[in-house]
């Protein structure tokens, strides 16, 4: 016997969906249910809006705007020279090692090694900057910074659509 092809919804459980506003005879005519007049009556009422706080100026709106965001600007990740002694001995460290190890993570434009801890290990070191002291310890455990090129510069999606200036003449 195929019980699955019998299967039904219980008595009551499927309902027709609501229709508002389409007359007297529905229960629901005239004013679809929303009673009359007010906010919560009208189309569009504020008050279903997730930052609405009961007609109060909103606190988005209430504390002043600081600062600006440069959206052209370099995303740079920073590494410690102390946390490259994960690494074995003579190993050469670009982006992906650091990855690998987790020692960054995300998406940045610019990697720059700082000089805070001590490094035990001869390494190779591939990144885009190199503070002083960074430098200065890589070697003076007998390894190598190496700078890699800066990254290409950010190009603005308006300045790459826009057409070169037509000559005159």
């Known amino acids: 016997m195929d019980i699955l092809s019998k299967l039904q919804a219980p008595e009551g459980a499927v309902t027709g969906s609501r229709r508002v506003g389409r007359g007297p005879g529905s229960g629901l005519g005239k004013t679809a249910g929303r009673g009359q007049k007010g906010q919560k ?3 569009k009422g504020n008050i279903n809006k997730r ?3 009961g007609g109060q100026t909103p606190l988005y709106r209430r504390l002043p705007k600081r600062g600006f ?3 052209l600007a370099d995303v740079v990740a920073n590494v410690n020279v102390g946390a490259l002694d994960v690494f074995a001995d003579g190993s050469e460290i670009r982006t992906e090692d650091l990855r690998g190890k987790r020692l960054v993570r995300g998406r940045f434009d610019v990697l720059k090694i700082l000089g805070e801890g001590e490094l035990t290990k001869k390494l190779t070191v591939h990144a885009h900057k190199f503070s002083a002291a ?3 310890k890589i070697e003076k455990a007998g390894g190598k910074a190496v700078q890699l090129a800066p990254p290409a510069p950010h190009v603005k999606a308006d300045a790459a659509k826009a057409k070169p200036a037509k000559k005159k003449g």
């Open 41 to 43: 009556a009208r189309s």
């Open 69 to 71: 965001d440069n959206p």
């Open 134 to 136: 960074a430098r200065e």
């Open 51 to 53: 930052h609405f706080q």
